[in-house]
């Protein structure tokens, strides 16, 4: 029975045991922002106090020295330059630019390599930081995409719209021009078909004016011709009378 109550105690005492040990990793978690912090302004900002002086003096060539002293004593006073080693700047400025491995190792060795929570801890600093600029630069590229994407869609659609409406105008010309085209041969047609016409019924016309004018004549003829005719018989009936009067 004891050992069967001591295995059933066993992972009570295993969780417990996580919990205590979460609670110390907090704890020291906890502690070591401001150790960090001391770091941090140690070394991190002398550094690049240093690094920022030095490309001043290098960015001016005709006296460094003296651009940074007067850069340095503008800055913090003349107490703080009294030590500081001018020649040592420029000698570390003028040799090579170190590598990313070099950093890497100098970094490193500020760091106790014992020391696991202050690794961790720099180490989720540098994977947080790495993921906002890796997420900003992210969205900063989408957002460039959709607003280069929105711009293209408009201009496509500006063109298509002015292509759409060319090609209208362009219809519409052409059908006006064709309609025109047919509106002039139809009135020439017409215009043909009027003056043939015109022709055919000025022909009938003198046609039967000439008919009439034959007629006419031909009645005229045959009134002369009766009238002769009719002078004749008279002439001949009176000739034909005369002796009997005479006789008698």
């Known amino acids: 029975m004891s050992c069967a109550c001591a295995t059933r105690q066993t992972p009570n005492s295993d969780t417990e045991q996580i919990t ?21 302004l140690n070394r991190v900002l002398p550094q690049l106090s240093k690094s920022l002086l030095t490309a001043a003096g290098l960015s001016c060539p005709s006296d460094p020295i003296e651009f ?71 969205f900063r590229k989408w957002k460039s995409f959709t607003v280069q994407s929105k711009r293209d ?49 000025n022909a009938r016309r003198l046609r039967r004016i000439i008919a009439a004018w034959n007629n006419v004549a031909m009645e005229s003829r045959r009134t002369k011709e009766y009238l002769k005719r009719l002078d004749m018989i008279f002439s001949e009936n009176s000739q034909q009378r005369k002796p009997d009067w005479r006789r008698m």
């Open 20 to 40: 205590e040990n979460k609670m110390c990793n907090r704890l020291k978690m906890a502690n070591t922002q401001p150790v960090l912090e001391e770091i941090e």
């Open 68 to 138: 940074l002293k007067n850069t340095l004593l503008a800055l913090y006073g003349p107490d703080y330059v009294q030590d500081v080693d001018w020649y040592k700047f420029l000698l570390d400025a003028n040799r090579c630019t170190p590598s990313p491995s070099l950093t890497r190792r100098s970094m490193c060795a500020t760091i106790d390599p014992e020391d696991d929570i202050l690794f961790f801890i720099l180490l989720e600093k540098a994977y947080c930081c790495y993921r906002k600029s890796l997420t900003s630069s992210c």
């Open 153 to 201: 869609t408009a201009v496509v659609s500006l063109k298509i719209d002015v292509r759409m409406k060319q090609s209208e105008r362009r219809c519409q010309q052409a059908t006006l021009t064709k309609w025109l085209k047919w509106v002039e041969l139809h009135k020439m047609t017409q215009a043909a078909a009027v003056e043939k016409l015109k022709r055919l019924v």
